[in-house]
């Protein structure tokens, strides 16, 4: 039987810096995967498949699918084993499959809640423990994970994104000549795939060949002390939290001067691969030809002196609160219960929300197997699913020019942070939109770093016009693949739209209602403080029957 073939690996044109990538963690696994985001139709997904075909069918290479089951992921019990040979046998799952190989996962921001759950855990810990009716056991699963995404439909929570040891924006090429020539090169491959396979085949065999050769020589490039230095200074001038980005600027450089056939590491070579590392991680991404090592102490020194005078003015001049400020938003967490889960509420009455079953069709297969060989006659038993408790909470903060009059900002910020550090030992995810001049931006995705919230509450500064609308949309943006129901929004805003469109105020009410209706429960708070009142914060409540209160209500 002829074999069918992908389109070629080294066929492929203008997406160097992914190719260059993946090639990378083939020769050393342990980057730990590359994430691909940009554009549609710019062969993201042909290239990760065309470097499976490249490696051959010895190396692992699974594709989990976004919507696959939890048995197909983790492993199940082999049913027909169970009742022709009355043995138990696991079937290995997705991850087991991919073990010292590729894990790719297409749209990898529209992933679950839980299977990304998952994954933090098995790329944390190499494995997994697979329970099920009867064993439980330890299966391995050490693997290079490779995400393609679009960011259009949707961001990738900071954890999984954290996860990629490498990650690549791509672009549509704009010369005429090159999208000439991947469009004749794609007709030509439609037309007859193995012949065209044919014209690249000794390519593909001699890159694996030169990948196979970097990857036992790796283990002995020389990394001088001056480049180590070097990649310090990168993680300190990008203010990237913890080691993970250190460790990985070294081996990346490592395996790119493997890949080159060198016997050392150079400053150029960590230069050239430090945005993949880095872009992902740091706040706001230098690129290594703007920044001068010699500098590093004297810009770090600046930094830090100017972070304590913006925190002491803070201090001084917005953050003299009145006590009920400093008590916080009061909301429930979860209580340890697998039964139910817990409805949030300002105003601190805990209601009990139990969320039905969403996996009926998970067949409970030993209690199923038990029952027929019993009765001898076959009846379904399901299993009994209840989603896993989980609190996420967006701040909205409205910074527009307005939120400068009096300790309006002031008493914001005050309120925000006592709410973070109410809870210091509940897994809370927290996000945060502002808004930016004639718009809104997400200043956070959702994360359980309180210190990053911290810090980003600290740095609000005012200005600009008040687009609620804009602000809404950005909301919708951060739950897009997400369940809105587990998330509770606070809206800090005097409601005094006035950008966005003819009637701005009327565009935020259209915007909720089409996007946020389905949000657990949200709260507007009213910040404004003029003598003459307008009462829009508390009429966008009433308009949408939110919950409302006042900031003089903390």
């Not at 304590?308 to 916080?328: R, W």
């Not at 209601?351 to 029952?371: C, G, H």
């Amino acid at each position: 039987m002829q074999p069918t073939y992908t389109y070629p690996f080294t066929a492929i044109k203008a997406q160097e810096d992914l190719k260059l990538c993946l090639l990378l963690n083939l020769i050393d696994p342990s980057i730990g995967g590359v994430l691909a985001t940009g554009d549609k139709g710019t062969a993201k997904t042909t290239m990760v498949r065309g470097l499976s075909q490249l490696m051959g069918g010895d190396f692992p290479f699974v594709n989990l699918p976004i919507g696959a089951t939890e048995d197909r992921v983790l492993g199940s019990i082999n049913l027909e084993a169970l009742i022709n040979q009355k043995t138990t046998v696991v079937d290995k799952g997705l991850l087991t499959q991919a073990h010292q190989g590729f894990l790719y996962i297409d749209e990898i921001n529209l992933l679950n809640d839980y299977l990304m759950d998952v994954l933090l855990d098995a790329s944390a810990t190499g494995g997994y423990h697979l329970e099920r009716e009867g064993i439980s056991q330890w299966m391995d699963s050490r693997f290079s994970l490779v995400g393609t995404m679009n960011p259009e439909e949707g961001a990738l929570r900071p954890q999984l994104l954290d996860r990629f040891g490498l990650s690549v924006t791509i672009a549509t090429p704009t010369d005429k000549k090159v999208r000439s020539q991947i469009a004749m090169q794609r007709l030509q491959f439609d037309s007859d795939p193995t012949a065209y396979y044919l014209q690249f085949e000794k390519e593909e065999q001699a890159i694996k060949e030169h990948i196979l050769f970097a990857k036992q020589q790796i283990h002995t490039i020389k990394i001088p002390e001056k480049v180590q230095e070097q990649c310090a200074a990168l993680t300190i001038t990008n203010q990237v939290e913890g080691m993970r980005a250190d460790i990985l600027l070294l081996k990346t450089a490592r395996a790119y001067a493997a890949y080159h056939n060198q016997t050392e590491v150079s400053p150029e070579m960590v230069d050239t691969i430090a945005p993949f590392v880095l872009q992902h991680r740091a706040k706001e991404y230098t690129p290594p030809s703007d920044q001068d090592p010699n500098d590093q102490n004297d810009q770090s020194k600046n930094s830090q002196e100017q972070e304590a005078t913006e925190e002491q003015s803070s201090n001084t001049t917005e953050f003299q609160l009145p006590k009920a400020v400093q008590q916080g938003l009061q909301f429930s967490a979860p209580k340890k219960s697998k039964q139910q889960e817990i409805k949030l509420d300002v105003l601190n009455k805990v209601s009990p929300v139990a969320y039905p079953s969403q996996k009926q069709t998970d067949l409970a297969i030993l209690k199923s197997v038990k029952t027929y060989l019993k009765t001898g006659s076959f009846r379904p038993i399901y299993k009994q699913f209840t989603e896993k408790s989980m609190v996420r909470i967006i701040f909205l903060i409205d910074t527009s020019a307005s939120m400068a009059m009096g300790q309006q900002m002031g008493y914001i910020k005050g309120i925000i942070e006592k709410t973070i550090h109410a809870y210091p030992s509940q897994k809370i995810h927290y996000a945060m939109v502002a808004l930016q001049d004639t718009t809104a931006k997400i200043l956070q995705e959702f994360t359980t770093n309180t210190k990053q919230i911290t810090n980003l509450n600290y740095e609000l500064r005012t200005g600009g016009k008040t687009n609620l609308g804009a602000a809404f949309f950005k909301v919708y943006e951060l739950l897009r693949s997400l369940n809105p129901q587990l998330t509770q929004l606070f809206v800090f805003t005097d409601g005094k739209a006035n950008t966005g469109c003819t009637e701005p105020f009327q565009y935020a009410i259209n915007t909720y209602k089409k996007h946020l209706s389905k949000v657990l429960k949200t709260t507007i708070i009213d910040t404004e403080s003029s003598f003459v009142k307008l009462g829009k914060a508390k009429q966008l409540a009433h308009l949408l029957q939110l919950e409302y209160a006042a900031v003089s209500d903390f």
